[in-house]
C-alpha cells in the first residue's frame, strides 16, 4: 500500500493518538516531533529514522527501518549506538542520514 493511503486509515484512528488541549499527538516509533502529521508518522513511511537516548546514558542510539524486509517487522529495524560528544554525535548522525539516503526532510527536525 502507498504511505498515502496507510496515513488516510491511521491518521484518526491509531492507539498511538493522544488527544489534550485541542492538539492531536501520536506515540508511535520513530515520530521525531511526536505530532499527528504525514510528515513525521513513522509507521507508514518506507525508511525512517527514529533517536533515543542510550541505555546507560551516554551517547544515543539510532532507529533506522530498512526498506526490506517490511513484511517481517521484528528485523526491520536497525539500532546503531553512537558514543561521542555532543558535536560528533550529530555530525556521525547527519553522515548516516545522508549516506544511506534516508529522508532529507527529516535531516534538522532533531538537531
Known amino acids: 500500500m502507498s504511505a498515502h493511503l496507510q496515513w488516510m486509515v491511521v491518521r484518526n484512528c491509531s492507539s498511538f493518538l493522544l488527544k489534550r488541549n485541542n492538539q492531536t499527538y501520536s506515540t508511535e516509533p520513530n515520530n521525531l516531533k511526536a505530532r ?3 510528515r513525521y508518522n513513522g509507521l507508514i513511511h518506507r525508511k525512517t529514522v527514529g533517536v533515543e ?3 546507560d ?3 544515543i542510539v539510532v532507529v533506522l527501518k530498512k526498506r526490506s ?3 517481517k517487522p521484528a528485523t526491520s529495524y536497525v539500532r546503531v549506538r553512537i558514543r561521542r560528544d555532543a558535536r560528533g554525535s550529530l555530525r556521525s548522525l547527519r553522515h548516516l542520514i545522508s549516506k ?3 529522508r532529507r526532510d527529516l535531516r534538522m527536525v532533531r538537531g
Do not use: E, T, V
Open 53 to 55: 537516548p542510550a541505555p
Open 69 to 71: 524486509g517490511q513484511r
Open 57 to 59: 546514558g551516554k551517547g
Open 36 to 38: 499527528n502529521s504525514f
Open 100 to 102: 544511506n539516503k534516508y
